[in-house]
T-cell receptor, first 116, second 113 residues
Framework: EAGVAQSPRYKIIEKRQSVAFWCNPISGHATLYWYQQILGQGPKLLIQFQNNGVVDDSQLPKDRFSAERLKGVDSTLKIQPAKLEDSAVYLC??????????????FGEGSRLTVL | DAKTTQPTSMDCAEGRAANLPCNHSTISGNEYVYWYRQIHSQGPQYIIHGLKNNETNEMASLIITEDRKSSTLILPHATLRDTAVYYCIVRDISNFGNEKLTFGTGTRLTIIP
């Protein structure tokens, strides 16, 4: 079974530039998450999708971050304009349907962003 | 979700059992204990979860105290590949809108050859 795919793995940009990350969850997984992990910290949830609808985006800095999952499959996370403090690994995770209570989350390898 | 407290780091000799403690003294009746680990440059990986009974799978065992205020993850025969950050997470499954995992800073486990 293919895992959660993310790209790019690494991205270096200058502050005020924009960047986009792509995630393709495991086939059939209805729930998709984007997490931000700053060096030395645990992952922090940015946004949660159920199919193509947003369930929780309370911690998404909406003035600069946006995310979409238009067809309920793959998803894109965008940052515009980037700040130095956005340097982090952006992790995508998905969970299979029917496992809302107990199911494990499957994480991708992440996209490492460096903002100079 | 209840807050968890874990040691910042631990060492364990290769081949020995690694015992990782977690304190969750404010845990409520609807909250499960989950463990994930994150190997360097990878995403977190699910290990095990439990409510009040001890649990075991092919990766680890989870021991939850009778009062549920603390738990221990046990890796029975640690190998170098078990070097990772281990996260203990408490999640309220009765909150139907709360399907997220809230990570702390975890315990950095280093397996010593």
């Amino acid at each position: 079974e293919a895992g959660v795919a993310q790209s790019p793995r690494y991205k270096i940009i200058e502050k005020r530039q924009s960047v986009a990350f792509w995630c393709n969850p495991i086939s059939g997984h209805a729930t998709l998450y984007w997490y931000q992990q700053i060096l030395g910290q645990g992952p922090k949830l940015l946004i949660q999708f159920q199919n193509n609808g947003v369930v929780d985006d309370s911690q998404l800095p909406k003035d600069r971050f946006s995310a979409e999952r238009l067809k309920g499959v793959d998803s894109t996370l965008k940052i515009q304009p980037a700040k130095l403090e956005d340097s982090a690994v952006y992790l995508c995770a998905s969970r299979p349907p029917g496992h809302r209570l107990f199911g494990e989350l499957f994480f991708g390898e992440g996209s490492r962003l460096t903002v100079l | 979700d209840a807050k968890t407290t874990q040691p910042t780091s631990m060492d364990c000799a290769e081949g020995r059992a690694a015992n990782l403690p977690c304190n969750h003294s404010t845990i409520s009746g609807n909250e499960y204990v989950y463990w994930y680990r994150q190997i360097h440059s990878q995403g977190p990986q699910y290990i095990i979860h439990g409510l009040k009974n001890n649990e075991t799978n092919e990766m680890a065992s989870l021991i939850i105290t009778e009062d549920r205020k603390s738990s221990t993850l046990i890796l029975p025969h640690a190998t170098l590949r078990d070097t990772a950050v281990y996260y203990c997470i408490v999640r309220d499954i009765s909150n139907f809108g709360n399907e997220k995992l809230t990570f702390g800073t975890g315990t950095r486990l280093t397996i010593i050859p």
